[in-house]
């Protein structure tokens, strides 16, 4: 499931590091600086909010009571340099549902983030009817009236993410990164042979081409 994700961070590397994390999960990232542009978000909540309690104009404790008194029951993962059990606690009766103290990993935020949004909107069904194709993610399966279809590691990754994406325009690069994460270096194009050899195999597929950009996966 494609999670829409606003995350509050003042310091500008921070941001684009964790901006880039989140959107390898698929999910759709609103990035801002201040307080300001924060609460400009306020009244077209997300599914979380990832929000810095020391920011240059607004503090963090501001923001989460105007995201409450509008969304109570919108998750908010507070992030802060202080690591202070006041903090933790004063979050906690704001609202918040979880608390990092800088400096931590980007991937421990996903893995907070998505427990977190697994208790709040539920897990997602392991197996995904995309008919004629039954699609079992824990299985890393994939059959058509009963009869298995073979595909690689790379394929069934490529496959994910366009079912968890259904109806969004994906880039080349979102594809390469979500597929290959950091372990290729080479051209973009590499995504156009895995898109071919996954429409040979699944021919059913209803996968668009945008062309200049990427692809898309209409619901059928």
Do not use: H
């Amino acid at each position: 499931m494609s999670f829409k994700i606003y995350l509050v961070e003042d310091d500008k590397n921070l941001n684009l590091v964790l901006t880039t994390y989140l959107k390898k999960e698929g999910w759709e990232v609103s990035s801002v600086f201040t307080g300001e542009d924060a609460l400009n978000l306020v009244n077209t909540p997300p599914d979380l909010w990832i929000l810095d309690i020391m920011l240059p104009d607004i503090d963090g404790y501001q923001i989460i009571k105007k995201i409450k008194s509008i969304s109570p029951n919108i998750p908010v993962i507070f992030i802060s340099a202080r690591d202070a059990d006041i903090d933790r606690v004063l979050g906690l009766e704001l609202g918040s549902d979880d608390y990092l103290s800088k400096p931590f990993l980007p991937r421990e935020l996903i893995i907070r983030s998505k427990k977190l949004l697994e208790r709040v909107y539920g897990s997602n069904s392991q197996v995904k009817d995309i008919a004629p194709y039954v699609i079992d993610k824990k299985s890393r399966r994939v059959k058509i009236n009963n009869k298995s279809i073979d595909l690689t590691s790379k394929e069934f990754d490529l496959l994910s993410f366009l079912v968890e994406n259904q109806d969004q325009a994906l880039s080349r690069e979102q594809i390469l990164e979500y597929v290959w994460d950091d372990d290729y270096f080479g051209t973009d194009r590499v995504v156009d042979d895995l898109i071919r050899r996954l429409r040979k195999k699944m021919p059913k597929l209803n996968i668009e081409t945008i062309y200049g950009y990427g692809y898309r996966m209409i619901k059928s």
